[in-house]
């Protein structure tokens, strides 16, 4: 007898027969249906879970990348020619031409960096302070130029800029003025009294970063060396380059360039360890959401071994008619298989609408609960992002196909190995 091609037409026209006839007939169980929501569902929260997991690591970077130095260059400190230790770098101009002429860099700027307490008021805050040139400041993507600000940077130089965090805590907007307090400022005879300025503030920017956006204050480069006591120095420098995540690569070419007493702290060195921990939490967070798939797809063998148990006598017949145990088999792996399919486009096209519109989605939470269920202080970012990525999607698809598949694979054997002479002695 000859045998029929694998997959034939007929066999898919038996199957979706099956999967057609009614409850009384003996055809698709209840918990076909079940297993059918139960993939969707999975395969859903899957595919969200992914959006939502590489959004939140992609605007972390961005506003992380956005407003703080990819490289900072520091001192080492070094010992005077009265023997006192110094620290910083009094050559910064020259310095900062040789950092910029780097393969790779793209900015390099001096700056001063401190601690300071701000009061507007009765209103009071600590804050950190960034002493940067105006052409400096305006090169910092998420501060500078094109940022979310209000205010005029053309005025820097006359007054400071303040994160928008820090500006709703001191209650004060442009053209406000803000008492600046140094615990160790004035230098007398008697050692070093508090310093106290006072200055306009004239751009208020909004970072993306919670943190950065309640804690930071700019000041033009040269009053900040004034302040701090820093005159002909800089703290540091703060070095971009184009390739963030290749960080490493610069090291030896800024370390040389920086000089001798030159130290660096990089970006990864500051979030390395909390994106590191992000990673984990992904990958345990794909392994249980993988788990839910597979308890979702194992739903298939309850609802195809009674399928097969119902149709035991068509499977007689189809086996005395001349059928084959492989096509016997693939019959019943395309009327599983069906429910897996199914079931994964589905929660594929319903996880893609949830994260391409998952800001409408919280607006509709925030509204019926009445209240804010992402909390930018906790989390540090502003609003719940979703990224969805042709790789993520496509593996949620393998997934939820792959194990759809596998676990069809049993029921479909036993109905292929049926005896058809047990099978119909009863009929």
Request: hydrophobic share 45%.
């Amino acid at each position: 007898m000859a045998s029929t091609r694998p997959f034939s037409r007929f066999e898919f026209m038996i199957a979706w027969r099956y999967l057609r006839a009614k409850r009384a007939e003996g055809g698709v169980s209840v918990m076909t249906w079940i297993s059918l929501i139960g993939i969707t569902l999975a395969v859903f929260a899957l595919i969200v879970t992914l959006a939502v997991r590489s959004g939140f690591r992609t605007e972390l970077v961005s506003t992380f990348l956005g407003s703080n130095a990819h490289v900072t260059v520091y001192s080492a400190g070094h010992v005077d020619a009265e023997g006192q230790m110094v620290k910083g770098f009094a050559d910064y101009d020259a310095i900062a031409k040789k950092l910029g002429a780097i393969p790779g860099v793209t900015e390099a700027a001096p700056q001063i960096k401190g601690q300071v307490m701000l009061t507007a008021g009765e209103g009071s805050s600590g804050a950190e302070v960034f002493g940067l040139r105006l052409a400096d400041l305006r090169r910092i993507p998420r501060i500078g130029d094109g940022a979310d600000a209000y205010g005029n940077l053309d005025d820097f130089d006359q007054g400071i800029a303040i994160g928008s965090g820090l500006a709703r805590t001191l209650g004060v907007t442009v053209g406000d003025k803000l008492r600046v307090i140094s615990p160790t400022g004035v230098k007398s005879p008697f050692g070093s009294s508090p310093r106290v300025n006072a200055y306009p503030v004239v751009y208020v920017f909004t970072s993306g970063n919670y943190l950065i956006d309640q804690s930071r204050m700019y000041m033009p480069f040269d009053e900040a060396q004034s302040f701090f006591n820093r005159e002909n120095l800089a703290d540091e420098f703060e070095v971009m380059v184009k390739e963030p995540e290749q960080i490493d690569s610069y090291r030896d070419a800024v370390m040389g360039a920086g000089g001798q007493d030159a130290m660096l702290w990089t970006w990864m060195d500051s979030a390395g360890s909390y994106l590191n921990a992000l990673k984990i939490e992904d990958n345990v967070m794909f392994l249980i959401m993988s788990i839910l798939v597979l308890i979702s797809t194992l739903n298939i063998i309850s609802g195809l071994i009674m399928l097969v148990k119902n149709k035991g006598r068509d499977i007689g017949i189809l086996r005395t008619m001349g059928l084959t145990e492989g096509s016997i088999l693939r019959i019943f792996f395309i009327c599983g298989a069906f429910t897996g399919v199914v079931g994964t486009f589905l929660g594929v096209i319903i996880g893609c609408l949830f994260a391409t519109y998952i800001d409408d989605v919280v607006g509709l939470i925030n509204l019926v609960t009445g209240g804010d269920v992402w909390d930018p202080s906790i989390r540090g970012i502003y609003a719940l992002p979703a990224e969805l990525k042709l790789g993520d999607v496509a593996s949620a698809m393998a997934l939820s196909l792959g194990l759809s598949f596998i676990v069809t694979i049993f029921p479909a054997r036993r109905a292929a190995r049926m005896n058809p002479v047990e099978a119909l002695r009863y009929e």
